[in-house]
Every structure is written in structure tokens, then in C-alpha cells.
């Protein structure tokens, strides 16, 4: 935001949480292919399959932001689920693509709340009708936790926190 | 619901769906143990994991009904999952049992939802502390699909119907 | 062995490993059933699903005779898998249940082979025609691990040496 | 190879088995990446998990020669794993990623069989020095199936055929 200093001060300071809402109003998109072993009996993609998905697009979203899940691991914070909601609309089947849209919704302390959308993929050709179909959305809570410890953070490790700091200049 | 016996009759019959809604108040449980391939690099069992077992519990308390899911898909009768919501209290590790409670806590039309409560296992000794941990709650919702239409069916075929009014008597 | 009994001795002692070798040839027996999460777009068990099989029977092959997995987890030995091969005979199909044969087939230092047979389930009605079907065969190879070093340990810690002598005697 | 036209004719024909030989023995590279589900208590990729990915470079490397898996099993074949054998080098750890590297080893009826090795990527900087980790080798052999019959077909269907006819050209 260095080009922003010149501006007036804005009449009451944007704290870092809001500029952090502003930004992640834009979705992570991270593609996603229905691979026989995504299926079950019925040719569609196993209903418990789209949690493993959804983390991957997790896990993606925060490395496109400099957050090295591994790294976290590493240094002693994990991120574990504490909430999940799945809406099933539609199923993928065998063979099919889609768009898995992530974006963090809500954080609050060391809790990251994630909202996703399962949605057919941008068309390629233009002249194909348009079609969009709405497979699946979700809700996931995270918590920061100390891996040592075994207990709830009181709050997020630096590298987590500089990251998100820097993703909201 | 003992003290209802000296009760007048009920000026209407009780509906199949009361009784069964009554009867269905029983958990039934499902025995899990974590093995090394339901855990994740954090020691415990990985989150999605445990949908898995909520599916296995599903199945096998239909079956203590009557109800074969495998001559359900064969006759053209599928029961997808369309939303699912779990809470994670606390984590399995590897090695541990829980018990799975599950019960189908209401039905209406061809949409059957499903309660969950996993718990540690009853002590067989009973000069160990009490401990009863909570790990999950969990509700799944079903509906009745025609296979071969890939249509939400209007009622509840036959077999199942028989298995459930059985149930209710 | 009960006829040897009247031999005469043997010229040199049978040693611990032979002892285990003629132990092991009998098989432990894990029941298995095909949930819809192990199932595939063609009705049948995903040819992956066998090997969170194989590992489940070998865990609970290991506890039969006193050797808790988690357990060894904890005191640092790992039991990785270093050599897997599976032949496909037929496949489970949704809802069925089959019997996973394991038994310890070669222990030579630190590594350990197992062998499997995946077969039909025993008939509990003797009227029924006998059916044996062979579902899969598959051996294993673990090498036991020290999990500080990352390292191939020089030989098996005391708690699994004591539960295989005392599994020989 | 067009361009061959204008050449004198070989001493003998080169048969398409040949030539598909010949054109095969490149590799197709898949890049897999270790996410947290695939882990397990170890902090390492979970065995059975790379089978998972086995399945998904063949698919896309069928794919890749124009054969849409999804596409096989709408006209009737599948093409089920009948043989599986995997050899472990060296753990993938969470968060790494790798070059899984595929290729048709060879083709005799409807069998078909392919090779497999996971090595560590290639590297994006040429200073850093050189490293090289083999993690995994594997074969897996395929058959042709007839879904409705559920027979192994005596010829593989005219759209797999013309495809690998298409490739040795």
C-alpha cells in the first residue's frame, strides 16, 4: 500500500481484520478431477472424498499467501478441524472437473473459519451454452493449536500472523 | 412412557412414524479403532476418516433392521448423503476404540436424518475411573434416489417401508 | 504334533525362529465387509481399499499375541512397509464379506514377511453348497524402523522379541 | 511422420506393437504433492496412498493420448488392476512434492502393463545442488474387461485401439 501514503488519512483507522475481510472476499480457485478412486458404486464421487479436496484447496489457498502448511507443522502449530458443514447439491461423476472455491470468511482469535463453493469449471469455448452447475458448498472451522502442548493457541505463531499481515496491505 | 398405560385410548391411532420415532430413540453401536491408515501426521485420526465410519455405522444398523444396503442399490434405491455436519470434540489416537452412536432421529417423506455421538468404549472393568469422552457429534441427512431416473424418489420403496413398519410394531 | 511326542530327540534343538516358523503356519483370520466408501464405479472394492485391509489384519494379528501397535509407535519402532505385491483374483462386490488370512510367513533380522489370502467367508449353513472363492493374494514386507534416527534398527525392540519367544513357545 | 512417406520401404513392416514399444519408452510425469490426508501418524505418505496416485497418472496419461477413462467405462470396458507391486525407497513427508513418472511397458492382448518410478522433482534452480531421490518403483498389470459380461474381453474395444494406434504413428 506504499502508493496509498499520500492520501489523505482516512477519518478513522482500517484495522488489519477489515483490510484482511476486503482481500479474501476474492476466491482461491483450486481445480479438482473426479479419479476412479474418488468414486463409489453409484459412478459418482463418495460423498467423504470433497473433504479431502476441500482441504488440498486449504492447504493451496494459504500457501498462495506464503503460509507453508508443513512449515506450521514444523514449528509446532497445527490447524485442525474443529467444524465441518457439507451441503451436497449435485455429484461429480467419473471423468468430470471442477472448481473447488475457497476463501477464509471469518477469523477470530486462532479460529479461521472457510467457506467453499464446488462449481462446473470456466468454459473454454465461448460458442458452448453456458452452464453452471453448483455441485457442493461447505463450511470449515479451524482452531490453531499448540502441538506440544495439546491445547488451543492464545494466539496465531508469528509466520501465520506476518502472513496474514502482509496479505492485508 | 410406562404411566401412558392407564391412559384413555387415543382418540387416533398412533401413526407408524410416531411409533417408529419412538422405538428408533435406542442408539445403536458401532465398535471403531483407529488404525494407522485412518490417522494423519499429527497422531491422531485424520477428520474425514471419520465420515467413513459414519457410513459404516449407517449401514450396519440397517441391517440389524432387515435392511440389506447392497439389495437397496440393486433394486434400483440409492440413499445419498445431501448435507452433512460434524463437530469435533476431540481426537482418536492411533490405537484407541470409541464407540459410535447412531440413531435415525427423523424421517419425513423419503429424507432420513441420522444422529451421531461418538464415545469411548464401556469399561470392562469396573474398577477403572469412570471416563467418558466425547470425540464427535455428527447428523447426516439421506434422501431416496431412483437409480435408474437419478430422480429423488416420492416414497420409500417397499422393502425398506416393510423393514421400518417391522420396526415400528 | 501331538504323534511326535514318542520320537526320539531331536539331534540339535529346534531353535526360537524354527519354533516361530511352525507356529505361523497357521493363519489368523480378520473379518472384513465391503462398505460403500470401499467401493468404485463398477460396484466392486477399489483395488486400493485391500491394502488398509491387509495393514488392519496385521495390527490386530500382532495384538493376538501382545504387541499393541500404538504401543511400539510410542517406545519409537516403526513397522513401515517396504515391499508390497497383490494379485487380483476376483473382486469383492458391494456388501460382501470375506475372510483376510494373515500369518507371518518369514521374520529374518528386522524384516518381516507377511503372506495373505482374501477368501470367501466360512458357511454358517452346512446345507448350502460349499463355495470357496479366492479373492486376492498379497505378501508384505516391513522392516523395523527406529523412528528418532530414521533409521533401520540392528534388531527388533524387547517388547516384540518377548511376544514373538513367547509366541514360539 | 508424414514426412517418412517419401522413404524406401523397411525390409519388413514394423509392426504397430513395435512402434507403440519404441514411442512409449518416454515417460509421462505427474506431479503429486503430499497433503495432510495422504500422511499418516509417521508424518510420511501413508503406503496405500500412492496407489491412489498409481491410478491417477495412468488415467491421465491415457488421457493424454486421447482415451478418456470415464469415456472406456460409458461404452462398456473397464480395465481393472489384476497385479500390483510397489516397492518403497524412501518416505515422501508431508508438504513435498514429486514426479511421478509413467509409462506402458508393454501390451500383449488385453493385458497391459505399466511401470512406474517417483522421483523427486526437477529442479527450478540450477544452483542448487543436484539431488536425486527415488521413492518409489512399481508395476501395475491391467485387463480389458467387458462390464456386461464380466469377462475379460478377447480384443480391446476399437477407441482404445485406435487410439495407441494413433500414438505408434
Sequence with gaps: MGDQQN???????????????AKTESWYEYLVKAQPHHTDYAGIVWHGTYISWLEEARVECLRSIGIDFADLVKIGCDLPVVDLSVRYHQALRLGETAVLKARMRDMSGVRIVWDYELRSPHLPNPETPPQDILYLTAQVTLVAVDREKGKIMRRLPPSVKNALVKLSR
Design 7 to 21: 492520501q489523505l488519512p482516512p477519518t478513522r483507522a482500517i484495522t488489519e481484520e477489515e483490510a484482511l475481510q
